[in-house]
């Protein structure tokens, strides 16, 4: 389910076609379609099915629901029919009707007509864009008489992965979606790609591009005068409109899912299906349709046992799915998420639509949800509320009416409060009392949202422009560039990655234009939304549905975002510490980090939305913009050293200065944490290797043969003494702050360049110190003299260090003080290891070094080993133990004897 891709002007590429048309779940065994490609004159077409009628050619991806009554119209005009095919019927109705002919289309569907003879290509998009249609400028065939080509595609990722486009990013989208503000309907996160509108059909030519609107719909609808008020009639209407929806959705022979949330909208969609089935009218969803749902019962909501009412309450109760996603799962799926979506998202919920699609995927062809819904009816929160701001009258208690309209007025504000609580209370929180409030601007780079951002604000959720005032426009608004516009191009995006055809009942454009004739009182009584459908299904589903207040954001289910996050905060952070995140132009690494250091102590008012979006975005960066190595299906597992081998990129022998030769083998551990015996798990990795020589190979003899020490790291002594300590408890203060930012940090380690290690430093050393040593340091760069700060600050303050992209965890998310009394370790290790090591190596031990050790530096912290501690650090000089996450946080050091 890859879509459809072509291009107009660039046929001196053969190999385009095939690139573009490449799906990537081909091989995935997931029922995706195959493609077939042609030429036809300037343009070129790939699509599962390439139709062709006189001298036009079609590609379809999508669905035409009302297919049966457009071919009855084109037959009593004289066209035929080879088969059943929707393509025949788009193409028929195109070459009847031109472009006006998508106006009389009801479906899901992106088209590209081909006019070879006028080398003309049509492209369109349904009304509401249920189906992405993508299309980008690039350069063309000079030769054949076409400087400016266009590729166009189904998929985003199909015009990145074919080259024909840059992998760059539109720079002002990001920030607008940083921001939290609507973005245009047309804008992609890529440079240089537009997406079609809803409802628009573009036509390019050697003449050029034009653009234009074939369906009037949203425009209707955001000027609609709703006429309609209450009435008693108003929720069978409903049921009848839906009920022609659905039967129109649900196409044999192929099985048809439900998903459920438990919600009031695709309760309705089950309970017509349902319905149908009773009349014989669901041939494509079975006598036993399966659902779908996701649930979080430890979360303290209800989902559970709604979605259990809502089955139970349909007469022919199908088989049904209920997952339970988890945050490992989540963390797991992340990869294969991002790619999915292709382009960043506002919400964390898109992923529930993601694993109810997987699940459904092999069970049935199409999946029916209650997208749209809600929205459709005012059954939001936050439309209520704009419902209640509309009538201020009413909120504030001097409504008209007299008695009656007081005590009607009352009422509804007595019934808002919840709907009010869920969209006030996020807000609220993040100005609470001790809670500092962290503007999302404070987390980008300043000159990115000068460039970008227009008119900046200081809030997250900002709009970039004025909120329509009347709720038919609110609607069309959400339509275009809302939520609703995000939850749409989700399905689409997860229903094509798991080959199952997502259907919205709820966007039938008779539905649409339905519901934006209806009046308020139609649709919110008593504080509550959705009156009509509420009503309309208040005799099959049970009150603690019905009457159930809706989650605020749209979808199956709402992510426990907050929790999963908090569990997940140790890979967050680490992808917020790492490199590549820290040269996006449009983040302020510092700021961000700190910000989320808060958001874990909920001492500061960062949104758990804006940690998404910038989480979402960087991973979006790393898998579909960032040069990535290409995958080797062939190459070998990965090895795991033995003690007797190097760390990758290091060696076995060093030689000193003075010709001495010592051979360091590196032992692999498990990891040290806070509550470990470090001398008893010591020894042990000390007598697996001896334990383990004498098989290990003649060529070991020599060199084990002189004397020999035990270098052990001074992270595991620090970390197994409680010296080291998540960045998220150390309580870092505005000195530790300010200091930090004048430190350099170096590739092989972030010393005191992080506001946790110097509040480390000033809670080992003292403020005042620290700043004596800071001015003096500052001096000594000043007249060419380095390291002046560690000299004067005293101390092991340079063992401090903080956490690393290529550490593992949990030195990834911790600063770790340096380890106190480290002679004193070394002494201890010495006497353990000379008590239980066998002969011949008993005699020969010459004692411990406690090391701290990085790529670009070397710092004996103990020892009980006689000699000068520079000797040690030579020894070390290309740190054997290695810089990243090879886990080798020990080495055994052997002098070989001379000659």
Known sequence: ?????????????????????????????????????????????????????????????????????????????????????????????????????????????????????????????????????????????????????????????????????ARAVDERTVCDYLLGRPRDERSTFVAGVERLAPGEVVTVSDAGVERRRFSTLLDDVAVATPARHWEAGLPAELRSRLADSVRRRLRAPAPVGVGVSGGLASGAVALAVDDLADTGSAAGAGA????????????????????EAVTRACRHEGRPHVLTPTPTEFKNDLSDLVRTLEEPVDSVDAYVRYRVAREASGQVAALLSGTGGLDLLSGRPEQVVAHLRARPSAVAGRPSGGPA?????????????????????????????????VPVTTLLDRTFVGRHGGRTSATPSAPAAPTPATRAGRLADSLRHGALREQLLVDERVGRRHGVRTRQPWLDTGLVRFAADLGDDALVSGGRGARVLREAVRDRLPASVTDRREPASGGLAAVPADEWFMRLKNHVYGIFLSEPFANRPWVDQTEVLH????????????????VWRLLNLELWMQE????????????????????????????LDLTLDDGTVVRRYPLRTELFGRDDDLDARTLAYVERFFDGLPAAGPEHEGPTSGPWHLFISEKIVAITQGRSFFIWDIKVGRAARVLSRYVTRTPAGIGLG???????????????????????????KLVGRRGLFYELVGGDIRAIDGPTEYSVYPANVSAKLAPKDPDEVAARLSAAIRARVPEPWRST????????????????????????????????????????SEQTPMALVFVRPRG
């Not at 071919?71 to 019927?89: N, S, Y």
């Not at 309209?405 to 001790?434: D, T």
């Not at 290690?757 to 000594?780: C, D, H, K, N, P």
């Not at 070397?858 to 133990?881: C, H, I, T, V, W």
């Open 595 to 610: 910000a989320f250091e808060g958001w874990i102590k909920g001492s500061h008012g960062t949104t758990t939305d804006v």
């Open 754 to 780: 992080s506001p946790f290690t110097m509040q480390l430093a000033i809670e080992e050393a003292g403020l005042a110190r620290v700043l004596y040593a800071s001015a003096g340091g500052f001096a000594g």
């Open 1 to 165: 389910m890859c879509g459809i891709a072509g291009h107009h002007g660039l046929t001196a590429d053969p190999s385009l076609l095939d690139r573009l048309g490449r799906c990537p779940w081909d091989e995935a065994g997931d029922g995706s379609e195959g493609t077939e490609t042609a030429t036809l004159g300037p343009v070129g077409l790939s699509a599962p099915v390439v139709g062709r009628s006189g001298r036009f050619a079609v590609a379809l991806d999508g669905e035409v629901y009302n297919r049966v009554d457009v071919r009855r119209d084109l037959e009593g005009l004289g066209h035929t029919f080879e088969g059943e095919a929707d393509w025949e019927v788009v193409l028929a109705a195109f070459v009847e009707w031109g472009e006006s002919g998508f106006d009389r289309l009801e479906g899901a569907f992106a088209v590209a007509v081909v006019d070879p003879d006028a080398g003309r290509l049509t492209l369109a998009r349904d009304h509401l864009g249920l189906r992405s249609l993508h299309l980008a400028q690039v350069a063309g065939d000079a030769g054949d008489g076409h400087p400016t080509g266009w590729v166009f595609a189904s998929r985003l990722t199909a015009l990145l992965d074919s080259g024909a486009v």
């Open 624 to 651: 579909l913009v960032d040069d990535r190595p290409a995958d080797d299906a062939d190459a070998a597992p990965v090895h795991v050293k033995t003690d007797y081998e190097a760390n990758a990129r290091k060696q």
């Open 845 to 884: 031990y010459a004692g411990t070094v406690v090391m701290d050790a990085n790529d670009i530096g070397r710092n004996a912290l103990g020892q009980d080993a006689a000699g000068d501690r520079s000797r040690y650090e030579a020894m070390f000089a290309d740190n054997p133990l290695g810089q990243g």
């Open 288 to 307: 036993s349709p399966a659902t779908f749902s996701a649930v979080f019962p430890e979360h303290g909501g209800d989902d559970e046992r709604a979605v």
């Open 405 to 437: 309209g007081v005590l009607a007025a009352a009422r509804e504000a007595a019934g808002s409060v919840g709907a009010v609580a869920r969209v006030g209370l996020p807000a609220l929180a993040a100005r609470v009392p001790g809670r500092g409030h």
